[in-house]
């Protein structure tokens, strides 16, 4: 889990870069558009294909700290092996879902590489943010696969500062 874990971090990273660049590149492009007239010609669409590459490089941080979203009204009085059997099954659950979605981005990526798909202002072929997509997909079922089969990590002082004192 430790390497799933550090591929992991490394998504997140990149997408916090994603999302800086995007920020800088909205900013620039506004105060261009205020002071002298011009902006970045296609920022709408970069801003697009970085947010979307950002969002499915989070997801394997997100599964590696269990920050989906947990509804655990109805399970609060469960026992602590009935709660760790729905995590595994949600963890299970999860995985099947992320690999449905890395498949079919995988198949729309080479669809979109069959057919020369391009953005309508850059002409940025379209198939170059599924390919940064698919990894972290993929990435996320293994991580999901790893917690429904082996069960979670200890949380540790780093994940939760309360456990210190």
């Known amino acids: 889990m430790k390497i799933l874990s550090n591929l992991a971090k490394s998504c997140a990273i990149l997408a916090g870069l994603l999302l800086i660049f995007i920020t800088l590149m909205t900013c620039v492009s506004i105060i261009g558009r205020d002071l002298v007239g011009k902006t970045i010609v296609g920022d709408f ?17 997100c599964q590696v700290k269990r920050g989906n979203i947990v509804v655990d009204f109805f399970t609060t009085r469960a026992s602590p092996a009935a709660q760790l059997a729905l995590d595994r099954t949600g963890a299970l659950l999860l995985g099947c879902v992320m690999a449905l979605m890395a498949w079919r981005t995988t198949l729309g990526g080479l669809n979109s590489f069959r057919t020369h798909s391009e953005t309508q202002i850059l002409g940025l072929p379209e198939w170059i943010v599924y390919a940064v997509m698919v990894p972290p997909l993929a990435l996320t079922v293994l991580i999901a696969l790893h917690q429904a089969i082996f069960g979670f990590e200890k949380p540790t002082t780093e994940d939760n500062p309360e456990l210190a004192v």
């Open 45 to 61: 669409e970069l801003s697009g294909a970085a947010a979307g590459a950002a969002i499915a490089l989070f997801m394997p941080w």
